[in-house]
């Protein structure tokens, strides 16, 4: 068995008459956080979309477990326990915070889609929240939703884009210690702006500069850390 839940090998993909990846390979470890930086433009949205199946690559695959999923659905991959949080709407607005919930529980078998309690204990905040539309809760809250969302489906692999942008410090926070968490045992794949927060929770960093892989970090390295920033930053 490959110590890698997912494998990406020279995935080319875009939008109709815009290439925008070329070529990116990369694996993600069974635990752990794995990061991915680069201005906008650069690719990483697409990449994310490429890989739960909402953009068709012109080359490359995916491999599950040594399983190539190149040509799945959203739908089968999620069924495989690959969970996604978007950047943008996070949630179902008109509905409450339970019924998102419920709705991300749907993988699981029928007689424990309705156990919050898993979530809750992630999340404890969202316990007085259960019956609030969640179009009516601040940016921050309706992240923490999507992601409490995603994990109650008990994913293998949790994938996100951008979770902290426009979110209030003190909820980044919380966010931050939920995953370092959930990621001792899972895998997660992070789409962030924030370096501090990515390098506090990741063991590896991936820049990504014109749809390309143009650096790999390890947030153990100090130095390279402070070069990375440099690159965003200038």
């Known amino acids: 068995m490959s110590d890698k839940y997912l494998e990406i090998n020279q995935l080319s993909g875009g939008y109709e008459a815009s290439q925008v990846l070329f070529d990116i390979s990369f694996g993600i470890p ?28 012109t080359s ?22 690959i969970g996604y949080v978007p950047q943008d709407r996070p949630v179902f607005s008109d509905l409450t915070v339970r019924e998102n919930l419920i709705i991300g529980a749907s993988r699981l078998p029928r007689d424990q889609r309705s156990n919050l309690a898993p979530v809750l ?74 370096l501090d927060f990515i390098s506090a929770i990741s063991s590896q960093i991936l820049l990504i500069e014109r749809g390309v892989i143009s650096q790999r970090v390890s947030t153990s390295e100090k130095s390279e850390l402070e070069l990375l920033r440099k690159k965003l930053t200038v």
């Not at 906008?40 to 739960?52: D, E, F």
């Open 121 to 194: 204990e992630i999340f404890p905040k969202l316990a007085d929240r259960l019956d609030q539309k969640a179009g009516t809760m601040s940016g921050g809250e309706r992240k923490m939703v999507g992601i409490a969302r995603a994990l109650i489906g008990q994913p293998k692999l949790l994938v996100m884009d951008e979770p902290t942008e426009g979110v209030w410090h003190g909820v980044v926070d919380e966010i931050k210690d939920r995953l370092i968490i959930y990621g001792k045992t899972n895998a997660i794949l992070i789409v962030e702006q924030n």
């Open 60 to 81: 490359g695959s995916i491999s599950h477990e040594g399983v190539d999923i190149t040509n799945s659905s959203t739908y089968s991959r999620t069924r495989l326990g």
């Open 30 to 57: 069974r635990t752990g956080v794995t990061a991915i930086v680069g201005r906008n433009g650069a690719g990483k949205s697409t990449l994310l979309q490429t890989i739960m199946g909402f953009i068709k690559p």
